[in-house]
Every structure is written in structure tokens, then in C-alpha cells.
């Protein structure tokens, strides 16, 4: 296992799908001397050229358009549009265009690309800059919605996200940036569209996704304790399911 | 509202007999994210409405 930031995560499973198809390119602002938001692109743009990692204008909806096009043309984009609010100046692209093409034409064109668009709230940055607005990626059918909630979650969902022949949202939470955690040194595809049991029980089922799963399991923990000394019996065992991946429209 | 309400509604259609309570769902209220630190904590999912929401729906007191 190697120790990494929920950031270093996703870079490195950008770079080693680079590395494994030249298909893959990544386009967005600020990708190349900045190297994104969160340093999540930092040192792509030196490995791979401005070719591939390749710095837009500001303008969500041409970015996305063009995207599109790039990816029913053959090519897999992964499209940085920074912050899901923004995500919303691109939604003909996304909905319009991307979620239904493989449906319009029979399945002869498809729109491989992943579009990263991070959520939640981040100290200060107030009502443009902070929604979660999974809930209207997950109800448009075409597309596919994934938020990871771990390091191991960022590379491994990432990985599977590049591979998925259908446009996938892709999640990511500004808070979980900087949070370290584990990752298998070994190379894993995580599988799109199931959940994963955090903690086995069989009293009580918690749900939730992104960076909620840690404020879950620190209930569970707080839980476990305030039971035992309350003498509840054995202590009610809490069953902790992790719904990170939700599949809407996944063939 | 929320993708919270999805779950829910599939649980209910699925498995509504193996339920023990009704089941519910924490998230951030109904407003834009405010920009003051004490509002927008508000709005924070956190272990402690976790748990207290827990605690009320499995009668814990």
C-alpha cells in the first residue's frame, strides 16, 4: 500500500490510463503550469504534451461540445470543468448531446468521456461554488454518475471511468483533496455501478456517498461506543453500506 | 429531494417488508449554500446529525 492524497490519487490514474491508451486526452482550464484546482494534473502536461493535456478558454460549453465531437470521433476525453456549478453552463452538451447520441443513433456513434466536475462545499465559497448537484446527473438516463469517497476510491473509479464506453459525471468532493488515505500499489479498475459494504450489521443501515461515508463512519464509531455504555445488550451492530457509484442508464 | 430520495423510494420498493422503522433521510437544507461559516456549517453532513438521527429512528433516547 502507498500513502497518497485523495488529489495524487486521481493523478495517477490519469497518467497510467495515458500511458495504457494514447487515446486518452484531458482538456480544461488551467490543466498545464497550474495543473488544476486541486494539483490534480500536476506534471501531466510535462509527461504528456500540451497535445493531450490541453488548457481551454473559459467557456464550459465549448469545452464540452468539443469533447463530444473528440469522443464520438474515437478519442475518450476526460473534460475538467472545475466545479459542478459551472458544470450547469454546459448542460445542453452534457444532456442534450452526450447522454443521448448512443440512444439517436442506434448505437453506431458513442461519446466515451469522463466529465470531472467537483461537488460539495468548501470553506467560504458560497452559494455559486458549492452545490452537490448529483441528483441531476443521476436522473438524466445516457449517463453514467460516480462520486468517490476515498483515495483507493479516486484512482480505482477514475481508472473505470476512463474505460466506460458511456459518459460518466465524475464527482469528485473539494474537501477530499487533500485527505490521505491507503492505495493498493497494484493496479485495480474498481466496477462501476455497485456499492461496497463499509462496516457489516444488522440493526441499522446507513447510505451515503462522497465525503458523507466519513461523517458515516464516524457515527458508527460514536454509536458503537454510546451503546455499550448504555448497556444496550450486545450493542446494536450497524450495518455502513457506501452507495458511491450509482449507475443511471449503465448498459 | 436529493439523489437521497431515489434510495428511499427504491428501498421502500424492494424491501419495504424487511424495514423496522420508517426510514429517513439527512442532508443539506432546502437553501443555497450560505457564505457565513456558522450558516453554511448548517449545511454540512457531520457524524453528530448521523448519529442523532440514528439514535431517533432506533428508539436509542
Redesign the interface.
Known sequence: MARMTYAEAARLALAEEMRRDPTVWALGEDLGPEGGVAGQYRGLQAEFGPQRIVDTPISESTIMGSSVGAAVAGTRPVVELRYCDFGLCAADEIVNQAAKIRYMTGGQARAPLVIRQTIGIREGLAAQHSQSTEAIWTHIPGLVAVAPSTPADNRALLKAAIRCDDPVVYMEHKELWTVEGEVPEEESVDEIGKARVWREGSDLTIVSWSTAVHAADAACHELARSQDALSLGQGARVRFCREDRTASGHP | ???????LAETAEEMFRAL?APPVRIG?PRI????S?PL?NL?????????AA??K??D?G
Open positions: 429531494m436529493g439523489f437521497g430520495a431515489e434510495i423496522k443539506a443555497p449554500i450560505p457564505f461559516e453554511e449545511c454540512r453532513m457531520t457524524a453528530p446529525r448521523v448519529v440514528a439514535e429512528l432506533m436509542l
